[in-house]
Nanobody, 127 residues
Framework: QVQLVESGGGLVQPGGSLRLSCKMSGFTLEDYVLAWFRQAPGKEREGVSCLDSTETATYYADSVKGRFTISRDKAKNTVYLQMNSLKPEDTAVYYC????????????????????WGQGTQVTVSS
């Protein structure tokens, strides 16, 4: 059974940093794409970033480009989202999601493309 468990959310001041983690278990696929989505109150869930298992294709939404970095620790079966220079508009619940379909690698993540989801972790950017 595939499980994705996020952690690392919290309250941070504008300009601060957080690192989110997504621990994967039961993921028997050798080839996969892991993505981060976020959903702010009253807004639709949007794709933030994604990374494929070969680490050759990444995607960042324009709103986070240059501030967020996605990475993977293969030995720990964990994908990270390093978030720097955080802004109040980054406040949202952040979700990681996975799929075995490499076609979506390097593209704007869309919800219907992902089969496996974590429970989400809250990120609040406020002074």
């Amino acid at each position: 059974q595939v499980q994705l468990v996020e952690s690392g959310g919290g309250l941070v001041q504008p300009g601060g940093s957080l690192r989110l983690s997504c621990k994967m278990s039961g993921f028997t696929l050798e080839d996969y794409v892991l993505a981060w989505f976020r959903q702010a109150p009253g807004k639709e869930r949007e794709g933030v970033s994604c990374l494929d298992s070969t680490e050759t294709a990444t995607y960042y939404a324009d709103s986070v480009k240059g501030r967020f970095t996605i990475s993977r620790d293969k030995a720990k079966n964990t994908v990270y989202l390093q978030m720097n220079s955080l802004k109040p508009e980054d406040t949202a619940v952040y979700y990681c999601a996975g799929t075995g379909d490499l076609v979506v690698a390097g593209t704007d993540p869309l919800m219907y493309q992902y089969d496996y989801w974590g429970q989400g972790t809250q990120v609040t950017v406020s002074s």
